[in-house]
């Protein structure tokens, strides 16, 4: 088993940035896809971008273009990081590690992170 924990959540302006960070212990990421969702209050969870053991990205069209995923394995952290930041944006954001970046949905990842909350206000 393999826990997550996100950090670098908080308040920021329209326009502003953000970077996340999503640490594994108890299993090195190495082995795993680590995808990001956020969910918005009565909304269901939406795949924001993923990153696969290599290195290989993949990325919801909402966000492409201003968010980028990066992992660093000797720390065993996976970072998302928010440039452009827009008010809908706001969401609490979770990793979640899974066997594929090519997968999507909430369903298809094995193990979640408890979220961070991310504000942007106008």
């Known amino acids: 088993q393999v826990q997550l924990e996100e950090s670098g959540g908080g308040l920021v302006q329209a326009g502003g940035s953000l970077r996340l960070s999503c640490a594994g212990s108890g299993r090195t990421l190495s082995t795993y896809a680590i995808g990001w969702f956020r969910r918005a209050p009565g909304k269901e969870h939406e795949f924001v971008g993923a990153i696969s053991w290599r290195g290989n990205t993949n990325y919801a069209d909402s966000v492409k273009g201003r968010f980028t995923i990066s992992r660093d394995n000797a720390k065993n952290t996976v970072y998302l990081q928010m440039n452009s930041l827009k008010p809908e944006d706001t969401a609490v954001y979770s990793c979640?590690?899974?066997?594929?970046?090519?997968?999507?949905?909430?369903?298809?990842?094995?193990?979640w992170g408890q979220g961070t909350q991310v504000t942007v206000s106008s």
């Open positions: 979640a590690a899974g066997s594929s970046y090519e997968y999507t949905r909430r369903s298809d990842y094995e193990h």
